[in-house]
């Protein structure tokens, strides 16, 4: 291995083909294959010892939670809080099963589910889009960025009273004000994370012949996508937080309103159930967005 | 050696004549950034299938020089010109190697090799032409990893494979084993000259390390400035035609001598003395 064999050492050609030795044993005899490298491959994790650690963290985060739904009962159970503030868990399950029984829940869940992703949708798309020409173009940044940051640093609820006066109470507004929250974090991270993009990696693709076009889907797309996920998945919980804050404001579906109508009619069981339903929603959209972001990251980086 | 070199070689799917290599001819060349004279009055020859190692101080415009040959970067003054005619923007008959392996993460060592080919390059035949030069540099075994999957210097041999990939007329390499650990870069010191064997190819290569350069190269071209008027910038102070067939013994006792030389040139005194 340290010393190079002669060519009257090299093994003879395995393929019996009568060629010279191929390229390949050529290499192999110089020891640059198989015993010089196959050791220095650095090998990735069983796939099993994975799983069982995950396992053990899923139950472990479900701890917490139990012990929490405990403590409530209890509480309630044993009358240190009245009832009319803290309601026990119990009833709270019954208002879930009477409100599922008669259709509204499925109905506020599936309105509030319908607007968050319309609005995440649009927000992201115009979010990417905008994120990309501020991040690819020193023109594109010196024109829009100054003007993009000052409307990022408008408080987003102040858009309420103009979208209600233009678009109205309705679908149009919700989506549009859950878009608006949902453009910004996209647009930040995109256009960071494409200023950054390794300029070795952008000056290799350049020396190797490729135009604007190419560099941009070959090199920088590829390399920015983890961000574009992370991105995504603040803006998915920017969308909720939006999402209830329209609903509150002027709405006759949703959880949002659901909060409200609770409040008037003094249901606190009601508005418990709500704000744990807005608690699985955005955590289970998060997990979907979270598995989509680990397959990602093991398929780009 | 001389048996060797050439049976790979056949087996190429296009077998490579030395009319693949190129003649690079720099006149006059010079380069300022912002009024500070970097290099000056380069004047150069390099024939077609030659091997030129450059050396000289951190910072005396080594790596602009090839930087200007692959047209990454434009000489102030002067002109470069690759078989006869002027490099100009980005100049594909040249390929360049890096310090760092440069390979794209979210590709596979052969995806990336793949990158390296010239466009429009049939999908066929393009994979057939990376299969064999992964076997060149020894990564036949690997050529589905990742580049984190891989060690530094499985890394830089397939950033070898992919300059290779479209036959250029002129190989130009900054440093490209500067990063590896000192057994590595011996080898791949070897595979370069294996490499240029099997696909003959003008190489100008940047390095740090006089014994390499004398190892590799049919010239060693000293750059630096003057040290009566540093101010005026680096230009070439020395050439020197490194003699013996290669491969070279690294220990031969003439290279020994050009090696106290091209240290001195360097500022490096052989022995230390207080």
């Given at each position: 291995?340290?010393?190079?064999?002669?060519?009257?050492?090299?093994?003879?050609?395995?393929?019996?083909?009568?060629?010279?030795?191929?390229?390949?044993?050529?290499?192999?005899?110089?020891?640059?294959?198989?015993?010089?490298?196959?050791?220095?491959?650095?090998?990735?994790?069983?796939?099993?010892?994975?799983?069982?650690?995950?396992?053990?963290?899923?139950?472990?985060?479900?701890?917490?939670?139990?012990?929490?739904?405990?403590?409530?009962?209890?509480?309630?159970?044993?009358?240190?809080?009245?009832?009319?503030?803290?309601?026990?868990?119990?009833?709270?399950?019954?208002?879930?099963?009477?409100?599922?029984?008669?259709?509204?829940?499925?109905?506020?869940?599936?309105?509030?589910?319908?607007?968050?992703?319309?609005?995440?949708?649009?927000?992201?798309?115009?979010?990417?889009?905008?994120?990309?020409?501020?991040?690819?173009?020193?023109?594109?940044?010196?024109?829009?960025?100054?003007?993009?940051?000052?409307?990022?640093?408008?408080?987003?609820?102040?858009?309420?009273?103009?979208?209600?006066?233009?678009?109205?109470?309705?679908?149009?507004?919700?989506?549009?004000?859950?878009?608006?929250?949902?453009?910004?974090p996209v647009y930040t991270t995109v256009a960071g994370a494409l200023r950054h993009v390794d300029p070795h990696l952008v000056e290799l693709g350049r020396a190797y012949g490729l135009g604007r076009l190419q560099l941009l889907t070959q090199v920088q797309l590829p390399a920015v996508v983890p961000s574009i996920v992370s991105?995504?998945?603040?803006?998915?919980?920017?969308?909720?937080?939006?999402?209830?804050?329209?609903?509150?404001?002027?709405?006759?579906?949703?959880?949002?309103?659901?909060?409200?109508?609770?409040?008037?009619?003094?249901?606190?069981?009601?508005?418990?159930?709500?704000?744990?339903?807005?608690?699985?929603?955005?955590?289970?959209?998060?997990?979907?967005?979270?598995?989509?972001?680990?397959?990602?990251?093991?398929?780009?980086? | 050696?001389?048996?060797?070199?050439?049976?790979?070689?056949?087996?190429?799917?296009?077998?490579?004549?030395?009319?693949?290599?190129?003649?690079?001819?720099?006149?006059?060349?010079?380069?300022?950034?912002?009024?500070?004279?970097v290099l000056r009055d380069v004047d150069l020859d390099i024939a077609a299938g030659e091997i030129v190692a450059l050396i000289g101080a951190s910072g005396c415009g080594k790596s602009t020089l090839l930087r200007q040959i692959s047209g990454l970067d434009q000489p102030s003054t002067g002109r470069i010109t690759i078989d006869?005619?002027?490099?100009?923007?980005?100049?594909?008959?040249?390929?360049?190697?890096?310090?760092?392996?440069?390979?794209l993460p979210w590709r596979s060592l052969e995806h990336n090799t793949e990158l390296g080919l010239p466009r429009g390059t049939a999908k066929g035949e393009g994979r057939e032409r990376v299969r064999e030069l992964l076997r060149l540099v020894g990564l036949g075994h690997a050529s589905g990893l990742r580049p984190r999957q891989?060690?530094?210097?499985?890394?830089?041999?397939?950033?070898?494979?992919?300059?290779?990939?479209?036959?250029?007329?002129?190989?130009?390499?900054?440093?490209?084993?500067?990063?590896?650990?000192?057994?590595?870069?011996?080898?791949?010191?070897?595979?370069?000259?294996?490499?240029?064997?099997?696909?003959?190819?003008?190489?100008?290569?940047?390095?740090?390390?006089?014994?390499?350069?004398?190892?590799?190269?049919?010239?060693?071209?000293?750059?630096?400035?003057?040290?009566?008027?540093?101010?005026?910038?680096?230009?070439?102070?020395?050439?020197?035609?490194?003699?013996?067939?290669?491969?070279?013994?690294?220990?031969?006792?003439?290279?020994?001598?050009?090696?106290?030389?091209?240290?001195?040139?360097?500022?490096?005194?052989?022995?230390?003395?207080?």
């Amino acid at each position: 291995m340290t010393e190079k064999p002669s060519l009257a050492e090299a093994p003879a050609p395995d393929s019996g083909a009568g060629a010279p030795a191929s390229l390949h044993q050529y290499a192999s005899t110089y020891g640059y294959s198989a015993a010089g490298t196959e050791g220095n491959l650095v090998r990735e994790p069983v796939r099993g010892e994975r799983r069982g650690g995950q396992g053990w963290i899923i139950v472990a985060g479900l701890v917490l939670p139990a012990l929490l739904l405990v403590a409530w009962f209890l509480i309630s159970a044993l009358g240190l809080v009245p009832e009319y503030r803290l309601p026990a868990p119990q009833s709270v399950w019954l208002a879930a099963v009477e409100f599922a029984e008669n259709g509204t829940l499925a109905t506020h869940i599936a309105i509030s589910t319908q607007r968050v992703l319309l609005g995440f949708a649009a927000g992201s798309i115009l979010g990417l889009a905008l994120g990309a020409l501020v991040g690819l173009s020193k023109w594109g940044s010196a024109f829009l960025s100054p003007t993009i940051g000052a409307f990022r640093a408008v408080p987003s609820l102040a858009w309420v009273p103009l979208l209600v006066l233009y678009i109205g109470i309705n679908e149009d507004s919700k989506v549009t004000l859950i878009a608006i929250g949902a453009l910004f974090p996209v647009y930040t991270t995109v256009a960071g994370a494409l200023r950054h993009v390794d300029p070795h990696l952008v000056e290799l693709g350049r020396a190797y012949g490729l135009g604007r076009l190419q560099l941009l889907t070959q090199v920088q797309l590829p390399a920015v996508v983890p961000s574009i996920v992370s991105g995504l998945r603040l803006a998915l919980a920017q969308a909720w937080l939006f999402l209830v804050a329209a609903e509150l404001i002027a709405s006759s579906m949703g959880l949002g309103f659901l909060l409200v109508d609770s409040q008037n009619n003094g249901r606190v069981d009601r508005l418990f159930l709500t704000i744990i339903l807005l608690g699985i929603l955005g955590k289970t959209t998060d997990a979907l967005i979270g598995l989509l972001e680990k397959y990602l990251l093991k398929r780009w980086s | 050696m001389s048996t060797a070199s050439t049976s790979p070689s056949a087996t190429l799917s296009q077998p490579s004549s030395s009319a693949g290599a190129l003649g690079v001819r720099l006149s006059g060349v010079g380069r300022t950034f912002d009024s500070k004279v970097v290099l000056r009055d380069v004047d150069l020859d390099i024939a077609a299938g030659e091997i030129v190692a450059l050396i000289g101080a951190s910072g005396c415009g080594k790596s602009t020089l090839l930087r200007q040959i692959s047209g990454l970067d434009q000489p102030s003054t002067g002109r470069i010109t690759i078989d006869g005619s002027p490099v100009a923007g980005i100049d594909l008959r040249c390929s360049v190697g890096f310090q760092e392996p440069r390979l794209l993460p979210w590709r596979s060592l052969e995806h990336n090799t793949e990158l390296g080919l010239p466009r429009g390059t049939a999908k066929g035949e393009g994979r057939e032409r990376v299969r064999e030069l992964l076997r060149l540099v020894g990564l036949g075994h690997a050529s589905g990893l990742r580049p984190r999957q891989v060690s530094g210097g499985m890394a830089q041999r397939a950033s070898l494979a992919r300059a290779l990939a479209r036959r250029p007329g002129v190989l130009v390499l900054d440093e490209p084993f500067g990063a590896l650990d000192a057994l590595t870069r011996l080898q791949m010191q070897d595979l370069l000259l294996d490499v240029h064997s099997a696909e003959p190819t003008t190489i100008i290569l940047v390095t740090h390390d006089v014994d390499e350069a004398l190892y590799l190269a049919d010239r060693v071209v000293l750059l630096g400035a003057d040290p009566q008027a540093p101010a005026d910038g680096a230009t070439i102070r020395s050439i020197t035609v490194v003699p013996g067939a290669r491969p070279r013994d690294r220990g031969d006792a003439t290279l020994a001598h050009l090696r106290v030389e091209l240290l001195d040139g360097l500022g490096v005194s052989a022995h230390h003395s207080s």
